[in-house]
């Protein structure tokens, strides 16, 4: 029977190219962007993998993902100080070091499990550990605390001819196909048939049908003359300011555009109104002048109370009337807009829990509002990584987005580019235009090809009116995206497990066989 693979790499040279695939890996996303890279260190992640013992896979897995999330979500320290980028980066990390582990034994058992069969080695292997990835992936994006899908395979992708697959597969399906296309590759080069070319089909034939098959089409069903305005105010949570300031802002750079025609709606991003509107009547009546003057809603964003719960709401704002439709953040931000499990995380970090005072609570509205004849689906800042809010809104109708977030906090890092990628990716997944505005930038009309056609640039204030062109219809990723990413799942997991348990039978009818074979009073040693 086959042996099991050995390690390429001894182990004291695997561990810095685990470190170095992390950073390499990084390298592939915004800000950077090289996203040929992404693919380079999701090879490196699988070559240490190969062989390894399962505690060795864990420590490859385990030093990958430190390297690539501290680098990544840097971002972070920047307010906070290390103990949150510590605390994140190093949480993520194990699901990396359980994902390597699970590949690590997919390269062992599923060759011994279905030997002599070269489909296996170059389509099957490669699917199985292309599957357990997008595993790892579903998992960071549930747990703990409702998870943190940042860092996504597909989110180096927004900019590269990738991209257009996320609107047939979505963002963990386009995800798999990057490391089955990886995987496949290391398998060819590992069996070193150069000369037969039907190796290499199963790597190439994917690559050429996810760079080649157009994004999945949407039907044209007219524009909306959109005004999105970044105030670049005092946002950020250590920002000195009274209240009023971030309005007062959002006020100033909304002037230019009060004489603009023909406005349909106006978007301000994520925190642009520091007063709440609903429980104050100077504060409703500016918003009720803009909206007169400009006979058009408003697409507001501000901090209301229920009772003793606070959320972050966006209200569709009409002037004489006031909010006609509230959406509340549905992912608050674990330790940054609430702390789960207070007491037991003031054992550990009581200067910085004691920061966050007051806790949102998640909200429970659909995410869609009513822009005179259509429909627009929202998001407020991290929302933008939940799968099932972007799809809650085309499902309920939405021929647009807006994305409103606040990047104060991380000015002048990555997260700001990183988080644009993800809205990119999000309008070519839905078929839809993005209006992603932001508090201080970098914020982007983008239409549902992905292609930029209006922005404006970071910490500096100003205003766009476009005219976005909405589009109606669903794509497959919508449709069937809980189906594709489940699938994914839960076929890689099983193959796993069946492979185990072909592997180990086989490895026991191999120790009978050789023992009946040499005779009584003699025996041979398992196939390691």
């Not at 690539?68 to 605390?87: C, E, M, N, R």
């Not at 990396?96 to 389509?123: D, E, F, H, Q, T």
């Amino acid at each position: 029977m086959p042996e099991s693979p050995r390690p390429l790499l001894p182990w004291w040279a695997a561990l810095p190219v685990a470190a170095i695939g992390g950073w390499v890996y990084d390298l592939g996303f915004p800000d950077v962007g090289i996203w040929p890279l992404a693919f380079v260190g999701i090879a490196l992640a699988l070559l240490v993998s190969i062989g390894r013992s399962s505690w060795g896979a864990v420590l490859m897995g385990y030093v990958f993902g430190a390297t690539f999330y501290l680098v990544h979500v840097s971002w972070t320290s920047l307010y906070l100080g290390p103990v949150p980028w510590l605390a994140l980066s190093l949480l993520e990390s194990v699901f990396l070091a359980v994902g390597i582990l699970a590949i690590a034994l997919a390269y062992r058992w599923v060759p011994r499990a279905w030997p002599g069969r070269p489909w296996v080695r170059l389509v099957a292997l490669p699917a199985i550990v292309a599957g357990l990835w997008t595993a790892r992936e579903v998992a960071v994006g549930t747990i703990p605390y409702g998870g943190f899908p940042w860092g996504r395979a597909a989110h180096s992708q927004s900019l590269s001819p990738f991209a257009e697959a996320v609107s047939w597969v979505g963002q963990l399906g386009l995800g798999f196909l990057m490391v089955f296309i990886v995987a496949a590759l290391i398998e060819w080069a590992r069996l070193g048939r150069w000369r037969d070319l039907r190796t290499i089909l199963p790597a190439a034939v994917t690559t050429l049908v996810v760079v080649l098959v157009p994004a999945f089409p949407t039907i044209a069903a007219g524009d909306l003359r959109v005004a999105s305005v970044q105030g670049n105010g005092p946002a950020g949570y250590f920002d000195e300011r009274r209240p009023g300031d971030i309005l007062a802002a959002q006020l100033e750079a909304t002037e230019p555009i009060l004489d603009e025609p023909d406005i349909d709606v106006v978007v301000w991003p994520e925190g642009s109104v520091d007063i709440d509107p609903t429980r104050d009547p100077s504060t409703a009546r500016l918003l009720d002048r803009i909206g007169e003057h400009l006979d058009a809603p408003l697409i507001v964003n501000t901090v209301t109370v229920d009772g003793e719960d606070y959320f972050n709401t966006s209200l569709n704002w009409v002037a004489g009337e006031g909010a006609v439709e509230r959406y509340s953040k549905r992912h608050p931000v674990p330790f940054g807009e609430y702390i789960p499990d207070r007491d037991f995380y003031m054992l550990f970090a009581p200067d910085l829990i004691s920061l966050i005072q007051r806790g949102y609570t998640p909200g429970t509205e659909p995410p869609v509002f009513d822009i005179g004849t259509t429909k627009a689906g929202l998001a407020i800042c991290f929302d933008v990584i939940y799968d099932e809010v972007i799809r809650e809104g085309a499902l309920g109708g939405a021929e647009v987005y807006f994305l409103q977030t606040n990047n104060a906090d991380f000015r002048g890092t990555d997260e700001n580019l990183q988080q644009l990628a993800i809205a990119r990716l999000r309008a070519i997944e839905t078929g839809r235009p993005v209006v992603n505005i932001s508090t201080v930038g970098t914020s982007q009309v983008i239409e549902a090809d992905g292609r930029t056609i209006d922005e404006l640039p970071a910490a500096e204030p100003g205003a766009m009116v476009t005219d976005v062109p909405l589009r109606t219809g669903l794509t497959p990723a919508v449709l069937l995206g809980p189906w594709i990413d489940g699938g994914i799942t839960i076929l890689a997991l099983a193959a796993l497990v069946l492979a185990g348990v072909l592997a180990r039978r086989r490895a026991r009818s191999g120790v009978v066989a050789a023992e009946t074979a040499s005779g009584p009073g003699t025996s041979a040693a398992p196939d390691a």
